[in-house]
Structure formats: C-alpha cells, structure tokens
C-alpha cells in the first residue's frame, strides 16, 4: 500500500466558528480533520503532520520557501510515495505555484484545502483531503509537477487561479482547463502539464511589488516602490500588454535603475504581446527592457519573480526564465 504524507498547513479547512465572535478561526488539529476522512486506510497509509495553523493572507513567500523544504524532507524518504499540503484558498494557488518552481521530484505533490469551515453546512475539506491522497497515491500523477486538488477537479499550480470568492468549484484554469479528476476514487488525467519549470534556488528576494494599471494612471505607484528599494515589479498591464504613457515613462525610470520589470495582462485570459507601437504599447515597453510574463496572472509572476531575483540578478538571465520558449 501507498504511503502519503499529509502535511497540515491551516486555511479554512482547519476552521470552525468561534461563538463569541461569529466568525470562522483556526481550532481543529489535522488529527481532528483526518478523523472525518473516513476508510481512506483502504487506499493509503497516512502520515500527519502539523506545519502551520495560518490563515492563508498570513502567508508570506519566506514561508512558501520554509514549506518548499519541509516537502523536500520528506519527497527524500524511499518509503514515501506521495506529499498532500493542505492550504487556505486565498493564496493557495501563489504558493502551490512556488512548490512547482522550488520543488524537482517525480512524486506528486498536492495541494488542497476547503471553501467552507467546519461549522458550515457541506464542509468539502475531508472530501477534499480524501481525492487528494488518492491523488497522491496514483502513479499517473508522478511527474505531473505540483497538482491543486479540490471539488474533485485536478489542475496544475502553474494554470490554476481562484475565480470566485465563495464556489466549492472556485479553482479553474482560464485558458486551458483541468488536467483531470478523482471520479469514484480514481484518478483520471486528460492532458499533460503545458510547463513544468523548475528554478533551482535557496534564496529569494521578497522586495518585489504588484501594480495594476487603469486608465489615466501616472509612475507614481512605480516610482514610490523604486525608492523604497524594490528589487522587482510585475505592472498588470492593459489589454495585451499596454500602458497610459505616464505609467509607461515610470517604468522606464524603474528600469533605468536596474529594476526588474515584468508585464502581464489584467484580463482575465490571454498573453502580452509587443503588438502595438504608440506610447505606452507593448512595443516600446519591449524596447525599454520590459520582460513579458505570457499569460500569468499577476500573483503568480510576482512569485516567479521573487524566486528568479533569488536566484540571479542578471536580467538577461531572468528574461530567459520568464520568456524562453514563449517568444
């Protein structure tokens, strides 16, 4: 039989309402949430332990780093077949994506969680734990990278976002769809994984910065987080991959300082491209050394970018990581 460890990591799973406050707070143990996973003994021997009992916004990437490391631990031991990591679904996907770029082993590793509390009438999170350890155990999710699991629905950390605040099937992948399911306890793939990155680091640099673009928006935004000593900002551009001139002449001014700057779209599917040629297009934000970051959300290339900058400091070096292969 299989051996999984599961690695309990707080979120909503582990929640339950607190009476005097009426709000939902951690409180149960992963002995606790493990005891709702009823027969899972018949698919796998289980492994608990406790790493974090953090809501997911407490989160931070020297976390994300310390987590990647604790799995490392254990994806090591000859006797372990697979790794679960249980979350909070508000970052869950941004860390999930940095155990995909930290983390290089054939074993899955699954992450999952729960959209409602314990108190809460459909409590989906031992549902949940329970298509992820048979996840886990499939030898059809080795070398499948790092694997989001919840409502059934299997997806890649490097496609996945959360698309609503409150759907149990809140995980989706815009543009290209699940990699597959847990039907009746078995686990089906449909597709491969379209990247399987890996950056080799112990290190990061966290001073990295997310700004959304809008109409009529000036460098003020870039040009505070430039002094106050960013290393890094991905600028969520308009459309394919534009910007209001101002905010254009800031990054200029970002990147004339040795600031790297990664461009993404703020629309909801679809790649930056340098296809239009005025101020502030995509064109000239290429010939300033703007970095395109393909169709990542902008979460997602902030944690890229914290863990490239960990790694080199050369921006040729880190455009390659971003853009090899995509153009």
Do not use: W
């Not at 027969?39 to 809501?55: D, K, Q």
């Amino acid at each position: 039989m299989s051996k999984v460890v599961v690695i309990f990591n707080g979120g909503t799973i582990s929640m339950k309402v607190d009476e005097k406050i009426k709000a939902a707070v951690p409180n149960l143990t992963g002995e606790e949430i493990m005891s709702m996973v009823t027969g899972i003994e018949s698919y796998a021997e289980v492994e608990s332990y406790t790493f974090s009992s953090l809501p997911s916004p407490h989160v931070t990437p020297e976390i994300m780093l310390e987590l990647s490391n604790y799995v490392k631990g254990f994806l090591n031991r000859d006797d372990v077949d697979g790794v679960v990591v249980t979350h909070g679904t508000d970052s869950l996907e941004e860390t999930a994506y940095f155990l995909q770029l930290t983390i290089k082993s054939e074993k899955p590793v699954v992450v999952t969680g729960s959209m409602r509390n314990s108190s809460e009438l459909g409590y989906d999170g031992p549902a949940n734990l329970a298509a992820s350890i048979c996840t886990a155990t499939s030898k059809a999710a080795r070398n499948k990278g790092v694997i989001v699991c919840l409502n059934n629905e299997l997806n890649c950390a490097s496609e996945v976002t959360k698309s609503h605040s409150m759907h149990l099937n809140t995980f989706q992948s815009p543009e290209f769809g699940p990699i597959g399911i847990v039907d009746s306890n078995e686990v089906r793939f449909y597709r491969e994984s379209l990247a399987k990155e890996y950056i080799g680091t112990d290190k990061i640099e966290t001073n990295v910065q997310l700004i959304k673009a809008c109409a009529g928006m000036d460098g003020t935004l870039i040009d505070y987080c430039v002094e106050k000593g960013a290393k890094g900002i991905v600028v969520e551009a308009m459309g394919r991959g534009n910007l209001p001139p101002e905010m254009a002449k800031g990054v200029q001014r970002a990147i004339n300082k040795g600031v790297a700057v990664v461009l993404v779209s703020r629309c909801y599917k679809g790649r930056v491209l340098d296809s239009y040629g005025y101020e502030g297009g995509g064109k000239q934000l290429r010939e300033m050394g703007v970095i395109f970051g393909d169709s990542m959300p902008g979460q997602k290339a902030r944690i890229k970018l914290i863990i490239a900058l960990g790694k080199t400091n050369s921006m040729e070096e880190i455009r390659d990581i971003f853009e090899k292969d995509k153009y």
